[in-house]
């Protein structure tokens, strides 16, 4: 006899992307904190538990870490919300970590701006 499948296929990415929508509004609707400034989550990977979710977020305005240590001190408020809106067993406790993808890709751009002006310069 095989192995029984999952009833839903893809519900690990599902549910990581129902968290992200939801942490989205939780954090720009409820949340207070003033270290929180305009925070974008770029991305929820959940372990195949649901036990735990790491959310990957950046900020436009604001300090990064301050934003990240504020996040994770409410995390605890920000689950309860997540309880509330998500319809699974287990709600994943979470781990906020601040995500410098853009951040390097700025400095790239940048890099690479410079490298193109100064190649300009040399062939003048």
Known sequence: MAA???????????????????????IARELKDPRV????????EVT???AHAKIF????VGD???????????????????FKRLHIHTVPTL?????RTTERA????ALIARAVASRSKDDA
Do not use: W
């Open 64 to 82: 990064p870490n301050e934003c990240e240590v504020a996040l994770n001190q409410a995390a605890g408020f920000l689950r309860n919300g997540l």
């Open 57 to 60: 977020f950046s900020v436009l």
């Open 37 to 44: 400034g305009m925070v974008t989550i770029q991305a929820v």
């Open 4 to 26: 029984k499948k999952s009833s839903t296929p893809n519900r690990g990415f599902k549910v990581a992307d129902q968290i992200q929508r939801d942490l989205t509004e939780l």
């Open 106 to 109: 700025a400095d790239m751009n």
């Open 48 to 50: 195949p538990d649901y």
């Open 95 to 99: 781990h906020f970590q601040f995500d």
